[in-house]
């Protein structure tokens, strides 16, 4: 286990912990990237299971995304945030694995070609479908996860972040690698498509 003299030898604020965990971590210390990782193990393992939906492949992915991280931690950009680019990381394993399972995983953006290599998003954010409006809308919990899971992959990704785990648009672009117009666009386009999922559902057990 690291000993607190990991935690406090350098001093100052947690960011410059963090950045000094970091370094220890590009030298192989892997007590150092346990303690690094900590915080955010949990929560990487959480978006890794509803992407998933197996409990197993669920461990496998983000115990791969783990060793991922730590191979490449000296590839890290020191500017940018740690967490950011670890959950870009899971993300973009878990779709590896389940292309490499062949499960369904494709792209589901669409964009207006305005000639001379131009594109634009079709639509923008829409909060009113996010999943917390839904449940206000007397749809249960139970109902929207079930919903959630049976999205497209690309959707439930980009639900996951922003509307479960809270992230900002900007902090999901860098995380999907993709520009703020795409990130709406999917944004507005998947809760659009929980809505219909969840009428549906409604429907059928009415």
């Given at each position: 286990m690291l000993t607190?003299?990991?935690i406090?030898?350098?001093?100052?604020t947690m960011n410059n912990n963090e950045r000094w965990l970091i370094e220890e971590s590009r030298k192989g210390n892997v007590d150092a990237?346990?303690?690094?990782?900590?915080d955010y193990k949990r929560?990487?393992?959480?978006?890794?299971?509803?992407?998933?939906?197996?409990?197993?492949?669920?461990?496998?992915?983000?115990?791969?995304?783990l060793i991922k991280i730590f191979k490449?931690?000296?590839?890290?950009?020191?500017?940018?945030?740690?967490?950011?680019?670890?959950?870009?990381?899971v993300v973009n394993t878990c779709i590896d694995f389940k292309r490499r399972k062949s499960i369904n995983a494709v792209s589901i953006d669409e964009t207006i070609d305005l000639g001379s290599g131009?594109?634009?998003?079709?639509?923008?954010?829409?909060?009113?479908?996010?999943p917390d409006?839904?449940?206000?809308?007397?749809?249960?919990?139970?109902l929207v996860n079930d919903a959630i899971n049976m999205l497209e992959d690309d959707f439930k990704t980009i639900i996951i972040l922003r509307?479960?785990?809270?992230?900002t648009y900007d902090e999901i672009s860098e995380i999907l690698a993709c520009n703020l117009g795409t990130v709406k666009s999917r944004l507005s386009r998947g809760r659009k498509r929980l809505k219909e999922l969840l009428e549906k559902e409604m429907k059928a057990n009415s």
């Open positions: 607190s003299k990991y406090t030898e350098r001093g100052g990237f346990e303690e690094l990782i900590k929560s990487a393992y959480n978006i890794a299971l509803r992407v998933m939906r197996n409990v197993e492949d669920a461990e496998d992915a983000s115990q791969e995304a490449n931690i000296s590839s890290f950009n020191m500017d940018s945030t740690f967490k950011v680019w670890m959950y870009r990381i131009r594109e634009i998003q079709r639509e923008i954010s829409d909060e009113s479908n996010n409006a839904l449940i206000e809308r007397n749809y249960s919990t139970q509307d479960i785990k809270g992230f």
